[in-house]
């Protein structure tokens, strides 16, 4: 018994020297910049704008410099009825992210239909403008320039929008907030994709800083949370205060995120609100007392529209 263990554990030493070895001397030599950029690489590249993190644009971490996803069924130009299309609006001075950028992110056919077809040369940063993901006849992801090619202003289709999502400063809050110390946003290569949807590809990352793929799972990955419960009014609880839907979570509460007014523009008392939800958890009071709903520039509303956009 003692000589088979002996056995085993030199093939698992050799197999691990050897993988090692791999890692080592063969990767170095792949070139990852010139992997493709998947359509949900293009879609969270203009989701989420330019780096979030510490930076000169941000430094206090608020959901600055960040652009605007929209949910569009008319033609901000003309007003005639579209398909439901989703439109990323970077207001003038708004960075672009670095697929628009640098010629080598996004990969050398996309990169190639993205600048003859979508037309992305022509945009800048001071002037701003709104971009499109799109798929050719080949199947190639590509980024349309809509302001070139269809005439759509950013202000035009921020009143035409059916629905906006501030998610790319909601990433913001994810970061800041320390969201990524308990979630994860990588499912694995398991029977967890089983669960918590498809695992990623490597392209998916193309022009994303940072992943925040996370490290721990103290609580499930969120990967493609949207597409498990896209219920606003649940993730509002769930934030404001995790209690309210799940008695023995360990999430903390995130109320502070809603500031001192709700959406109707009335004070928030979260004393009074804590009141009034112990008198619930004692038994005092059947129902709990309702959540404010948060304000449209809030920080609140930020983190979920993130969340629910994650899909």
């Known amino acids: 018994m003692a000589f088979r263990e002996y056995?085993?554990?030199c093939f698992m030493f050799g197999f691990a020297l050897s993988f090692s070895m791999f890692v080592t001397i063969f990767l170095p030599g792949l070139d990852i910049s010139g992997m493709s950029s998947t359509k949900l690489a293009l879609e969270k590249q203009?989701?989420?704008g330019w780096e979030t993190g510490f930076n000169y644009y941000d430094p206090f971490l608020q959901g600055k410099d960040k652009p605007i996803k929209v949910v569009l069924s008319k033609d901000p130009r003309t007003g005639a009825a579209i398909d439901k299309t989703d439109a990323y609006v970077f207001p003038a001075g708004t960075h672009f992210p670095d697929g628009l950028t640098h010629d080598n992110i996004l990969g050398e056919k996309v990169q190639a239909v993205s600048s003859s077809k979508g037309r992305i040369g022509e945009a800048t940063e001071e002037a701003g403008g709104v971009f499109l993901v799109r798929v050719d006849?080949?199947?190639t992801p590509y980024i349309e320039f809509a302001t070139a090619t269809r005439g759509?202003?950013?202000?035009?289709v921020l009143k035409a929008a059916d629905e906006q999502f501030l998610a790319g400063s909601g990433k913001t809050m994810f970061v800041r907030?320390?969201?990524?110390?308990?979630?994860t946003l990588l499912p694995e290569e398991t029977q967890d994709w089983q669960t918590f949807g498809r695992p990623p590809l490597v392209g998916d990352f193309n022009g994303e800083s940072p992943t925040t793929f996370g490290s721990?799972?103290?609580?499930p990955d969120l990967l493609h949370v949207g597409a498990r419960n896209s219920s606003r009014e649940w993730m509002t609880m769930h934030f404001f205060n995790p209690r309210l839907v799940q008695p023995h979570s360990i999430m903390p509460r995130y109320d502070y995120l809603w500031g001192s007014k709700d959406a109707e523009g009335n004070?928030?008392?979260l004393a009074a609100w804590d009141k009034e939800y112990m008198a619930?958890?004692?038994g005092s009071e059947v129902y709990p007392p309702e959540v404010p709903t948060p304000a449209s520039d809030s920080e609140a509303r930020m983190l979920i529209d993130f969340v629910l956009n994650l899909k």
Request: charged letters at 30%.
């Open 7 to 9: 056995k085993i554990g």
């Open 46 to 48: 203009l989701t989420y």
């Open 137 to 139: 006849a080949d199947d």
């Open 152 to 156: 759509w202003t950013a202000d035009a």
């Open 177 to 183: 907030e320390g969201c990524w110390w308990c979630h």
């Open 216 to 219: 721990d799972r103290k609580a």
């Open 267 to 269: 004070n928030i008392d």
């Open 280 to 282: 619930y958890a004692d």
